[in-house]
């Protein structure tokens, strides 16, 4: 520096301060377009949580109608008050694949499973019988989520009647890829259903591919 003459070296120093000068612009403003950004964000997940709310109410309820049909059929009510198995699973087949039911449940009055159908029906739906005999008789669907085989189900459960309760229907609904396929139109946002526990993060469904979930996952956490 000491080799330059005067006037480059006041210009170096108006540099110097001009670049300073704009730093000093610069970072607050940055800042504030992060926060802008910030808050976009938040407001648009907020949104999605909304839509997605709304939709699994509307799903529910579509998935309840669909339930309430298969108790309205007759060869259906007389099979189950009978303890016809294999009619029971004919019925529960046809109905379920229009459905898109993954897996169906046939309960007697104790709680054991008189027919089942599909890929986890030999596995235990305890949890169900009892909390449908205990929403009462007024209840028209129990909706809830249950897991078989570590794979969450979107549950509805109705009380089969001839004319009284005979038993209880379960039908179960993958909560899977398709479903995340089929919110994320509607949020214009990528979807993923994911649970947190000590044991960290589990990914059930998701419309963001196998290799790309590492790192859009890395860094998320539950948040208050």
């Known amino acids: ?46 949104l999605a949580g909304i839509v997605f709310d709304e939709f699994m109410r509307n799903r529910s309820a579509q ?22 198995r294999a009619t029971i699973e004919s019925v529960l087949g046809n109905h379920a694949a229009r459905a898109d039911a993954d897996t169906a449940f046939v309960f007697d009055l104790e709680g054991n499973i008189v027919a089942s159908i599909g890929s986890s029906s030999s596995l235990p739906f305890a949890p ?3 909390r449908a005999a205990l929403d009462g008789v007024g209840v028209k669907a ?6 078989l085989n570590g794979r969450p189900f979107q549950t509805v459960t109705v009380h089969v009647r001839a004319p009284l309760i005979i038993g209880w229907l379960t039908l179960g609904f993958p909560v899977d890829d398709q479903l995340a ?13 994911m649970s947190f526990g ?27």
């Open 63 to 84: 998935l309840a109608t669909t339930v309430d049909v298969l108790v309205a059929d007759l060869p259906f009510r007389n099979a189950v008050a009978t303890g016809d």
């Open 1 to 46: 520096i000491r080799q330059l003459s005067f006037g480059k070296k006041v210009l170096l120093l108006a540099v110097a301060l001009v670049t300073v000068l704009q730093l000093g612009t610069l970072i607050p403003v940055l800042g504030a377009v992060r926060q802008d950004v910030d808050r976009s964000a938040d407001r648009s997940v907020r």
């Open 198 to 224: 000590i044991t960290g993060i589990r990914t059930y469904a998701s419309t963001i591919s196998g290799a790309g979930r590492v790192q859009a996952f890395d860094g998320v956490h539950l948040g208050a």
């Open 142 to 147: 129990v909706h809830g989520v249950t897991f």
């Open 181 to 193: 396929a089929d919110i994320s139109p509607m949020t214009v946002l990528e979807a993923s259903i």
């Open 128 to 130: 169900i019988v009892p």
